[in-house]
């Protein structure tokens, strides 16, 4: 079965530095969410990508956090610099479509960052 | 606006026992709704969903849900609990392809 991937699975770094993620969705899916998810609690959508073009990001704080998916297929969260404040797990999920409210979206592992 | 709250942060059950997660739903139209489970360190994976079809829906691993408009609930039950159940369980609701995550329960499983 198909599977979202991203790597790493785990990341440790000091504030004020740079980190990235990395996120390859489901072969054929067009959307793209990028979710934090802070520990004890449920995702937070950060970005929503259809095909290469953002079609949400006003939960994404644009003063240190950059997201792309230039060829439309896979996608890299970036962080920087990174503060205290950012450890959680970085979720991405794909679905085939968009706009339809019943369509399942499909979660990779996910990336937990600590920052020290 | 859609939102959803799961009532217990917190469930325990017994092996073999039966497991009932609650959560009810607030919407102004028929909602799409979806239970997540998440073990530990892992990512989510969708048990199942309800999109106005049949109001008791059958997800996997032995877990269904029944949708109840008049109560605005969709709680998750299983007949019987086992070990590899105790999990991280999520309520989620969604409006066009934006995903809302109630709070969590967690559900713990005693041999």
């Known amino acids: 079965e198909a599977e979202v991937a991203q790597s790493p699975r785990y990341k440790i770094t000091e504030k004020s530095q740079a980190v990235a993620f990395w996120c390859d969705p489901i072969s054929g899916h067009a959307t793209l969410y990028w979710y934090r998810q802070i520990l004890g609690q449920g995702p937070e959508l950060l970005v929503q990508?259809?095909?290469?073009?953002?079609?949400?990001d006003s939960q994404l704080p644009k003063d240190r956090f950059s997201a792309e998916r230039l060829k439309g297929v896979d996608s890299t969260l970036k962080i920087q610099p990174a503060e205290l404040g950012d450890s959680a797990m970085y979720l991405c999920?794909?679905?085939?479509?968009?706009?339809?409210?019943?369509?399942?979206?499909?979660f990779g592992p996910g990336t937990r960052l600590l920052v020290l | 606006a859609q939102s959803v709250t799961q009532l217990d942060s917190h469930v325990s059950v017994s092996e073999g026992t039966p497991v009932l997660l609650r959560c009810n739903y607030s919407?102004?139209?028929?909602?799409?709704l979806f239970w997540y489970v998440q073990h530990p360190n892992k990512g989510l994976q969708l048990l199942l969903k309800y999109t106005s079809a049949a109001t008791l829906v059958k997800g996997i691993n032995g877990f269904e849900a029944e949708f109840k408009k008049s109560e605005t609930s969709f709680h998750l039950t299983k007949p019987s609990a086992h070990m590899s159940d105790a999990a991280e369980y999520f309520c989620v609701t969604s409006s066009g392809n934006m995903l809302t995550f109630g709070g969590g329960t967690r559900l713990m499983v005693k041999p």
């Open positions: 919407s102004s139209y028929s909602p799409s």
């Open positions: 999920a794909s679905s085939l479509l968009t706009g339809l409210r019943e369509e399942t979206q499909y």
């Open positions: 990508f259809q095909d290469e073009s953002v079609v949400d």
